[in-house]
Nanobody, 126 residues
Framework: QVQLVESGGGLVQAGGSLRLSCTAS????????MGWFRQAPGKEREGISC????????YYGDGVKGRFTISRDNAKNTLYLQMNSLKPEDTAMYYC???????????????????WGQGTQVTVSS
């Protein structure tokens, strides 16, 4: 079965950086667009970023543009999210997800993914 395992979360001060990883198994990783989402307590799920199957296209939510970078290593079946200039409002549980075949599509942020990881907590202190 498909498994997605996130890692790399933690506690960091405002202005700091973290790199999240998501290792996938049970699927042909390089066939699929992948995404990162987050959800803070009491808030709706937010689409952060999406990357196409070969990494040629990337998309970002407005709140993270210029600060976060999504990437993937298809040889390692791993998705990454480099997060710089972190702010307290970035505090949330972060999830990776399988978006769909090849491309992100126009509705990736709203539609979410077909498979999800268990999440990794990111906490940014002020």
């Amino acid at each position: 079965q498909v498994q997605l395992v996130e890692s790399g979360g933690g506690l960091v001060q405002a202005g700091g950086s973290l790199r999240l990883s998501c290792t996938a198994s049970g699927l042909t990783f390089d066939y699929y667009a992948m995404g990162w989402f987050r959800q803070a307590p009491g808030k709706e799920r937010e689409g952060i970023s999406c990357i196409s199957w070969r990494g040629g296209s990337t998309y970002y939510g407005d709140g993270v543009k210029g600060r976060f970078t999504i990437s993937r290593d298809n040889a390692k079946n791993t998705l990454y999210l480099q997060m710089n200039s972190l702010k307290p409002e970035d505090t949330a549980m972060y999830y990776c997800a399988v978006i769909g075949y090849a491309s992100c599509g126009e509705s990736w942020s709203r539609a979410g993914g077909s498979y999800w990881g268990q999440g990794t907590q990111v906490t940014v202190s002020s």
